[in-house]
């Protein structure tokens, strides 16, 4: 895997690009093992394209590779694209309130080699998981945020941060961070929210669902934006309940759902599976 190239492509659809990308490839000594594609529409749609090739019979650098690319193809072509290298570690921050549910799927998941990172730092506005944490190895950082001190506060998480977190990950965190922050990590800080959005947004959906009487329950896993709960949806789960389930029964349920689907799109970003289309995502 330490090998692997991954290319991401977004640009208006027209004749001529898979061909031009895939010979370009070819010419340096690169052999693609995959690729997907998919076009909004066949005709003046928009055309994304993931390919993962293989690296260790090419004839050029990274950065002369890129800079080909780029006259070559890319500027030909219109294209939005990233090139990224799975030996390039990414480094994750990963918040967390007081639920562990899905922090220690993260963590366990890491431990096991599932998922493809260094989880390097866990922020919390409470104490309460330092020692669970710290057994995995990660450092844990308990920052309390109130409303007095909220600018402080967040400060205090980006000082923590520094200038080499790749992604952020709101495992339960149930503070609502301000847009500065968020600007921060435009597409690269990933929320759980214990809903199928974009049905019961906000405080208590739980509730919500059990005062509404709905069949199905669901968590969402998204990008984070300025607009609460509004950012684009990678992965969603649903599980069907019943007029006999109460709160904490769907609870229940929904902390088995947000594990797995927060673990799903943390691995998917990860591996650069996503490519983000206005507030729509395309996962590969």
């Not at 968020?182 to 049905?199: G, K, Q």
């Not at 919500?208 to 199905?216: E, I, N, R, S, T």
Request: net charge negative; hydrophobic share 40%.
């Amino acid at each position: 895997m330490d090998s692997v190239a991954r290319l991401l492509i977004t640009c208006p659809d027209r004749p001529g690009i898979v061909a031009a990308v895939t010979g370009f490839l070819y010419s340096h000594g690169v052999n693609i093992t995959a690729l997907d594609q998919h076009s909004t529409d066949p005709s003046d749609g928009t055309f994304f394209m993931r390919l993962e090739f293989q690296t260790p019979h090419m004839d050029v650098t990274r950065p002369a590779l890129e800079a080909a690319f780029r006259t070559v193809v890319a500027d030909r072509f219109h294209m939005d694209w990233r090139l990224t290298y799975s030996s390039d570690t990414k480094k994750v921050a990963v918040f967390v309130s007081r639920e562990e549910h899905c922090l220690m799927e993260l963590l366990w998941r890491w431990a096991r080699g599932e998922i493809d990172c260094t989880i390097t730092n866990v922020i919390s506005n409470h104490p309460d998981l330092k020692e669970a944490v710290e057994r995995f190895g990660a450092a844990y950082h308990y920052i309390p945020v109130s409303k007095d001190n909220k600018a402080e506060a967040e400060a205090a998480m980006l000082d923590v941060l520094g200038q080499d977190t790749d992604v952020v990950v709101l495992a339960r965190y149930m503070q609502i961070l301000s847009g500065d922050f968020v600007s921060c990590f435009d597409h690269r800080m990933i929320n759980i929210h214990h809903s199928f959005l974009p049905a019961f947004a906000g405080a208590d959906p739980y509730r919500q669902a059990m005062d509404k009487g709905v069949k199905l329950i669901g968590a969402t896993a998204h990008y984070v934006t300025e607009e609460l709960d509004g950012g684009p949806i990678i992965e969603q789960g649903t599980a069907r309940v019943s007029h006999r389930h109460n709160v904490d029964d769907l609870k229940g349920l929904g902390r088995d759902l947000e594990r797995q689907v927060l673990a799903r799109a943390v691995k998917w970003h990860l591996e650069d599976r996503i490519i983000v289309f206005r507030n729509k995502t395309v996962v590969f």
